[in-house]
């Protein structure tokens, strides 16, 4: 059974809905020009973060992703102080960046002293053990691009690992770390998943109440 049309039809979209998507992927992404010419057209409220806060944290992720990560750390300590206390995780990985950007600029000695000052207190931990490995094991490597982990060197793993930084930032703040946009597709997803079921009358109720709970975060 499919959803019925006139079930789309009866959905209000206004402009506002479309405006507060616009804007949450603009603070989200850092661009304080546009959300200040953005809101001046639309006549939006000033988002929850104020434009000095998203400068900060954007130069925190043009840092982390131009390869100076200890620098992105730097800044980030100063607006986040006890960020990197509770989440080891995201502090091993920006230092994951600084060890992978030695490799590449082929100082690998520096690089190796380096894992030894930094990476040994992660040894104790089995979570990352696997991880340690994998990067310690780069060294080995004339051209460690070519090596098995290559992927370690990669642009991709840089940007995720900014993008779970810029996450962890905005959450830090209490600010949604996931654009409304990002919502919107989840529950999309969502939605087509319940509906290759065949549920009867219950696609279309569930259709409207995902929709009436995006609209609550919009």
């Given at each position: 059974?499919?959803?019925?049309?006139?079930l789309?039809?009866?959905v209000?979209i206004?402009?506002?809905?479309?405006?507060?998507?616009?804007?949450?992927?603009l603070v989200?992404?850092?661009?304080?020009?546009t959300?200040?010419?953005?809101?001046a057209?639309?006549?939006m409220?000033?988002p929850?973060?104020?434009?000095?806060?998203m400068?900060?944290?954007?130069?925190?992720?043009h840092?982390?992703?131009?390869?100076n990560?200890l620098?992105a750390?730097?800044?980030?300590?100063?607006?986040?102080?006890?960020?990197?206390e509770n989440n080891q995780?995201?502090?091993?990985?920006?230092?994951?960046l600084?060890?992978?950007?030695?490799?590449?600029?082929?100082n690998v000695t520096?690089a190796?002293e380096?894992?030894?000052?930094?990476?040994?207190?992660f040894e104790?931990?089995?979570?990352?053990?696997?991880?340690?490995?994998?990067f310690l094991?780069?060294l080995?490597?004339?051209?460690?691009?070519?090596?098995?982990m290559?992927?370690l060197?990669?642009?991709e793993y840089?940007k995720?690992?900014?993008?779970n930084?810029?996450?962890?930032?905005?959450?830090?703040?209490?600010?949604p770390?996931y654009t409304?946009?990002?919502?919107?597709?989840?529950?999309?997803?969502?939605?087509?998943?319940?509906?290759?079921?065949?549920?009867?009358?219950?696609?279309d109720?569930?259709?409207?109440f995902?929709?009436q709970?995006?609209?609550?975060?919009?």
């Amino acid at each position: 059974m499919d959803v019925d049309p006139r079930l789309y039809e009866q959905v209000d979209i206004k402009d506002n809905d479309i405006h507060n998507i616009v804007l949450s992927y603009l603070v989200h992404n850092c661009c304080k020009e546009t959300v200040e010419s953005f809101v001046a057209c639309t006549g939006m409220k000033q988002p929850e973060q104020n434009l000095e806060e998203m400068d900060k944290r954007k130069n925190i992720v043009h840092y982390a992703l131009e390869g100076n990560a200890l620098k992105a750390i730097e800044l980030t300590e100063q607006i986040a102080w006890n960020l990197f206390e509770n989440n080891q995780d995201l502090y091993f990985d920006l230092l994951s960046l600084h060890f992978v950007e030695l490799l590449c600029t082929r100082n690998v000695t520096e690089a190796l002293e380096f894992a030894q000052t930094k990476f040994t207190p992660f040894e104790k931990d089995q979570r990352y053990v696997a991880k340690l490995g994998d990067f310690l094991a780069l060294l080995a490597y004339d051209q460690p691009e070519k090596s098995p982990m290559f992927h370690l060197l990669s642009l991709e793993y840089r940007k995720q690992v900014v993008d779970n930084l810029n996450r962890a930032i905005l959450a830090y703040e209490n600010l949604p770390s996931y654009t409304a946009m990002e919502r919107l597709i989840q529950q999309t997803t969502l939605v087509t998943q319940c509906l290759n079921e065949d549920h009867g009358e219950v696609k279309d109720r569930l259709f409207v109440f995902l929709y009436q709970r995006f609209r609550r975060h919009v």
